[in-house]
């Protein structure tokens, strides 16, 4: 065989992490208002345990990069 050159990659990981909340409200906006507001309040936080799934995006790296 010949020379063989190895590329560079950038792989990128993206996990999903996923809770289900049940609200009180008069909309389907408004119970996303309140799960927002409740989230970006630290009421809401997803760890491990809410671990849905993984992908992995390859792409070869730039030059430069």
């Keep these: 065989r010949g020379f063989e ?5 950038v792989v990128t990981i993206v996990e999903e ?3 289900d ?3 009180e ?4 906006a ?3 208002r309140k799960a927002e507001e409740a989230w970006e309040n630290s009421k809401y936080v ?3 345990d ?3 799934e993984v992908n992995f995006y ?4 730039e030059l430069g990069e």
């Excluded at 390859?58 to 790296?61: D, F, G, I, L, S």
């Design 5 to 9: 050159t190895m590329g560079k990659y």
């Design 17 to 19: 992490l996923s809770m």
């Design 21 to 23: 909340v049940e609200l």
């Design 25 to 28: 409200a008069e909309s389907a």
């Design 30 to 32: 408004e119970a996303t």
């Design 46 to 48: 997803l760890t491990a």
């Design 50 to 52: 809410n671990f849905k």
């Design 58 to 61: 390859a792409r070869e790296k």
